[in-house]
Structures are given as C-alpha cells and as structure tokens.
C-alpha cells in the first residue's frame, strides 16, 4: 500500500494511523498473502501476513469501544437495550453497509482469485 493510499483512506475515516504497516496488514486479505512468500512489516517478517489475527482482535476492540461509547451516550438505556444496540451495531450486515458507504473494498489487497471472484464488494 502506498503512502497516497493511506493518507486517503485516513482521510476517509478521519483517524491517522500511528502504525500504517497494521493498516496495511489488516487490509491483506488470506488469498494475496498466499500469493506473496511474506509480508514485510515494522523492520521484522510476519509469516502470517493476513488480517486474520487482527480480525479476531479487532473485533474485541470493536466490541469494547462501542460498549463504552453507548454506556457514556445513553445513560438512560437499560443494560438489554444496550446489548441489542451494540449486537446491531457490531454486526457484520451493519459493518458491511459501513464498510461499502465508506469503499473500504478500494483499499484491500486481495489476491488474484479473490478479485475475479468479486471479493472488493
């Protein structure tokens, strides 16, 4: 990913990404590191090299953050409605809709199969 295709999708998402090799190793998709031997990361080599352990950690962070962002701007909801909420919230059916609202999809590296396949969308 180059530098140009982080600064706008900051910009997209209005946050500045204080270690841009995670943004980018979190937006490579299984199928384009299987394709490349390994990704080179923050001066050490990730075998790994997809989003797939970010995802799971991603998604507790996701799941705090908005925990304590609908606790702090809904005193008044009960602790089942705040569940439902968050359960919407967190949802991948909501998280897709953001995600295409947003064109996150331009951003992934995908790997040649997935791209034929429609994987962007």
């Known amino acids: ?6 600064a706008a999708l900051e910009s997209v998402l209005g946050y500045h990404f204080k270690r841009p090799e995670l943004i ?11 394709e490349r031997e390994a990704v080179r ?9 997809d989003n797939e352990q970010l995802e799971f950690l991603g998604d507790a962070v996701l799941g705090l953050v908005t925990s304590e962002e609908l606790f702090q701007r809904l ?8 569940s439902k909420l968050r359960a919407h919230l967190v ?3 909501h ?18 199969g997935e ?7």
Request: no cysteine; aromatic share 4%.
């Open 24 to 34: 980018e190793l979190a937006l490579t998709h299984t199928s384009d590191a299987r």
């Open 95 to 112: 998280l897709i809709r953001v995600a295409q609202q947003l064109d996150l999809g331009h951003y992934l590296r995908l790997g040649r």
């Open 1 to 6: 990913m180059k530098a140009g295709e982080i």
């Open 91 to 93: 949802s991948e059916r």
């Open 75 to 82: 005193p008044d909801f009960r602790e089942g409605q705040l």
């Open 115 to 121: 791209e034929k396949s429609g994987g962007r969308s």
């Open 41 to 49: 990361a923050s001066e050490i080599l990730i075998r790994v090299g």
